[in-house]
Nanobody
Framework: QVQLVESGGGLVQPGGSLRLSCAASGITFSIYAMGWYRQAPGKQRELVATITSGQRTNYADSVKGRFTISRDNVENTVYLQMNSLKPEDTAVYYC????????????WGQGTQVTVSS
């Protein structure tokens, strides 16, 4: 059974930082590209950042220079370090695992709420 369990969300003031974690089980983690997506109320889900098994990263323009995605292939965990948070970063953040050779195989976590507010 595949599980992606996110943690680390919460309420933070503008300018603050949070670190999200996503622990994966039930998959061969090293052959999955991992990503973080987010969905704000009334908006579509959007890509935040992705990282391949070879550590190649990609970021949405809105988070470049503020967010950093990383992965630990021993702990089967992907992280999202979020700095200089803005109110517009408020959303539910979802972890995604996508098979690098069969892109139709994709899994989602349950999401974790991030709220940036004073």
């Amino acid at each position: 059974q595949v599980q992606l369990v996110e943690s680390g969300g919460g309420l933070v003031q503008p300018g603050g930082s949070l670190r999200l974690s996503c622990a994966a089980s039930g998959i061969t983690f090293s052959i999955y590209a991992m990503g973080w997506y987010r969905q704000a109320p009334g908006k579509q889900r959007e890509l935040v950042a992705t990282i391949t098994s070879g550590q190649r990263t990609n970021y949405a323009d809105s988070v470049k220079g503020r967010f950093t995605i990383s992965r630990d292939n021993v702990e089967n965990t992907v992280y999202l370090q979020m700095n200089s948070l803005k109110p517009e970063d408020t959303a539910v953040y979802y972890c995604n695992a996508r098979h690098q050779y069969m892109a139709t195989i994709s899994y989602w976590g349950q999401g974790t709420q991030v709220t940036v507010s004073s």
